[in-house]
């Protein structure tokens, strides 16, 4: 945690969780104002890692750029099949701006997935209408199965899209 000199150089923001569940986590972002705050040579060796000199002798403090922090590239979870045509469902949650859930409440309203399988142990597949949207993918062995596969409820596939269900969303 920032002290409470440190403050004034960050802000602090709750981190997008995959599995949205559970404690909030905080992260801290630097302003790119902390930079010329840093004593790159301390005098005396502390146990304290990052030294912030008194912000009153800064020039930035209170500007316009203080305020805004560093952006940085968010991690690229679009492909993470390695599929160009195709979404996963959590993809297409993250490409819409929605979750995971409120993609599978759509596609199971839309009749175009169902659960298979006993309580949390199951996976979705694609039903009749939802085969004209997508495939079945299986990641582990890099493979994809049709309708009539007999390996679809007992491997890793998971129902993949292509764009035209973007319509729906």
């Given at each position: 945690?920032?002290?409470?000199?440190?403050?004034?150089?960050?802000?602090?923001?709750?981190?997008?969780?995959?599995?949205?569940?559970?404690?909030?986590?905080?992260?801290?972002?630097?302003?790119?104002?902390?930079l010329k705050s840093l004593n790159?040579?301390?005098?005396?060796?502390?146990?304290t890692v990052v030294h912030i000199s008194n912000p009153a002798h800064s020039?930035?403090?209170?500007?316009d750029k203080d305020s805004d922090?560093?952006?940085?590239k968010q991690k690229r979870k679009r492909n993470r099949y390695e599929l160009d045509d195709y979404f996963s469902l959590v993809e297409l949650g993250e490409f819409i701006g929605r979750?995971?859930?409120?993609?599978?409440?759509?596609?199971e309203k839309h009749r175009l997935i169902k659960w298979v399988g006993k309580?949390?142990?199951g996976k979705y597949l694609l039903t009749d209408k939802g085969w004209q949207f997508g495939?079945?993918?299986?990641?582990?062995?890099n493979t994809f199965h049709n309708r009539q596969s007999k390996r679809l409820t007992t491997s890793n596939a998971q129902p993949v899209l292509?764009?035209?269900i973007l319509a729906l969303f």
């Open positions: 945690m920032p002290t409470n000199h440190g403050k004034t150089f960050c802000e602090i923001l709750d981190t997008g969780k995959s599995h949205h569940c559970g404690t909030p986590v905080k992260q801290v972002k630097w302003f790119q104002s902390v790159t040579a301390p005098s005396v060796k502390t146990n020039e930035e403090v209170g500007s922090p560093v952006h940085r979750s995971r859930q409120h993609v599978v409440k759509v596609l309580g949390k142990r495939i079945m993918f299986d990641p582990s062995e292509g764009y035209d």
